[in-house]
């Protein structure tokens, strides 16, 4: 069983920045992979970045260059650094966890909202 624990999110003017963060209740540098996904109204979840546990990246297009995904094992956190804000970013934004033995399972937080808007 793994928690996650999102905090970050808010309202923010076009070409701004946020920083999300997710806290785990386990020590991360167990788990597979950790990641962010998004989600808008009236649109599927889509990936947006995760980092294995080997700290291999995989970015989305839509935001590469724009956002930045980082751990901390010390504190059992991963990051979204999120630079540029564009108004397609507004999203909820899940913080996801994956654990491997078998079968690959999927934890996720409760999401917390970003908004890009003047």
């Known amino acids: 069983q793994v928690q996650l624990v999102e905090s970050g999110g808010g309202l923010v003017q076009p070409g701004g920045s946020l920083r999300l963060s997710c806290a785990a209740s386990r020590n991360i540098a167990s788990l597979y992979a950790m990641g962010w996904y998004r989600q808008a109204p009236g649109k599927k979840r889509e990936l947006v970045a995760t980092v294995t546990s080997g700290s291999n990246t995989n970015i989305a297009d839509s935001v590469k260059g724009r956002f930045t995904i980082s751990t901390d094992n010390a504190k059992d956190t991963v990051y979204l650094q999120m630079n540029n804000l564009k108004p397609e970013d507004t999203a909820v934004y899940y913080c996801?966890?994956?654990?491997?033995?078998?079968?690959?399972?999927?934890?996720w937080g409760q999401g917390t909202q970003v908004t890009v808007s003047s």
């Open positions: 996801n966890a994956k654990t491997r033995t078998a079968l690959i399972i999927n934890y």
